[in-house]
């Protein structure tokens, strides 16, 4: 069992830390064994990477836990191997999910904000908060660069006792999942949940109900999940995003599906059968 507790810095290093080690999108993991874990201090000793930077994320298990971006996909530990974000999501427990989400995003935003965007000179590193600065510019000082986070909306869609899935022409052949969307500025979460609904498969819908949210690190989303009751409107894909789209039963269910155990549509889905 692992336990997470977020925090933006620490004052001293500890002997006891554990890493994450991420090299461009993927993770170090070891081929030998089921579940993606940390390194523990010895073995980043002894995996002689090539560190480029490292970010503190929290405490895991009470231990001091950090990220770290290497230069290059080699590490010398046995059964050591770097595999895809989305492939290992299948090998993250669920406990450590949300720091191994952390992990990622926190890289992606380092990485992608190493200069000023106002006089574009590079950043520093804030001593104390999540943040990149330029505390010399004057024309930019007090100026704080935060990991960024996209908010999204993502729903199920419900007409009795059937609920849509639709399939993205980004999915596997036969993967069908719950609609989502990006936010436009100036919406509200309840707008444009109806405008995405309307924009990808030509319906309206009525009687929201929050559900949850998750953190989703691919590459810095927040999803805001949702119940929604078809209100009226033909069933049509737009064709763009969505190729197909179909109202499904719990004895009609679709073989691919997002799981329930790290996926917020997979969670939306297994509730809504589970009170069926």
């Keep these: 069992m692992f336990t997470f507790e977020p925090a933006n810095y620490i004052e001293n290093e500890a002997k006891d830390s554990v890493f994450f ?90 990485k992608d904000h190493k200069f000023c965007g106002k006089c574009g000179d590079v950043l520093e590193r804030h001593p104390l908060e999540r943040a990149y600065h330029k505390k010399d510019c004057i024309q930019c000082k007090g100026q704080l660069v935060y990991p960024r986070i996209s908010p999204c909306v993502i729903t199920l869609i419900y007409r009795e006792k059937e609920f849509l899935l639709a399939h993205n022409k980004n999915f596997p052949p036969n993967f069908y999942s719950t609609l989502a969307g990006f936010i436009e500025p100036g919406e509200s979460v309840e707008s444009a949940l109806k405008r995405e609904v309307k924009e990808e498969v030509n319906i309206n819908i009525k009687n929201l109900e929050y559900f949850s949210s998750q953190a989703w690190p691919f590459p810095s989303q927040l999803m805001l999940g949702f119940y929604a009751e078809y209100d009226s409107g033909e069933l049509k894909p737009d064709g763009e995003e969505i190729d197909d789209a179909q109202w499904f039963t719990v004895e009609s269910m679709p073989t691919n599906i997002p799981p329930a155990n790290i996926s917020i549509s997979g969670k939306l889905i297994e509730n809504f059968i589970d009170k069926s």
């Excluded at 930077?53 to 836990?65: A, D, I, S, T, V």
């Excluded at 059964?79 to 992606?108: C, K, T, W």
Aim: charged share 25%; hydrophobic share 40%; proline share 3%.
């Design 21 to 110: 080690v991420i090299f461009d999108q993927s993770i170090l993991s070891f081929s030998n064994e089921n579940f993606i874990r940390p390194l523990t201090q010895d073995e980043l000793t002894w995996s002689y990477i090539e560190e480029k930077e490292r970010h503190f994320l929290g405490y895991l298990n009470k231990q001091p836990c950090y990220v770290i971006l290497v230069e290059k996909n080699q590490c010398e530990l046995e059964h050591s191997i770097f595999i895809d974000m989305r492939s290992a999501l299948g090998r993250m427990p669920d406990q450590l999910f949300d720091v191994i989400a952390r992990s990622i995003q926190i890289i992606n935003w380092s």
